[in-house]
Nanobody
């Protein structure tokens, strides 16, 4: 299993942008489907975005479609989440997750490897 470490979280004003990164250890990063989930206080963890192993397929939650972009750099073992037009409802701890499945999935039960999370706070 790769080890996942998120970074890039912080405090941002509504309408602002942040770019999250997830660094993965190990030589087989390109064999993992990568996803972002988030968990707000007192809420269940929810799917945000997923990207296929090659980066050719992506899928987003309706709540972030058109505002967030997931990307990956297999040469650098990293996956990014660019978040634009941020809203207070985007406030959450954001987690990077991985699995070895070919299909890209939004259900967290399909992910068996998780990072420690990075806090994103959207507030004026």
């Amino acid at each position: 299993q790769v080890q996942l470490v998120e970074s890039g979280g912080g405090l941002v004003q509504p309408g602002g942008s942040l770019r999250l990164s997830c660094a993965a250890s190990g030589p087989t990063f390109s064999s993992y489907t990568m996803a972002w989930f988030r968990q707000a206080p007192e809420k269940e963890r929810e799917f945000v975005a997923v990207i296929s192993r090659s980066g050719g397929r992506t899928y987003y939650a309706d709540s972030v479609q058109g505002r967030f972009t997931i990307s990956r750099d297999n040469a650098k073992n990293t996956v990014h989440l660019l978040m634009n037009s941020l809203k207070p409802d985007d406030t959450a701890v954001y987690y990077c997750a991985s699995n070895r499945e070919f299909l890209i999935r939004s259900n967290m039960r399909h992910y068996d490897n998780w990072g420690q999370g990075t806090q994103v706070t959207v507030s004026s």
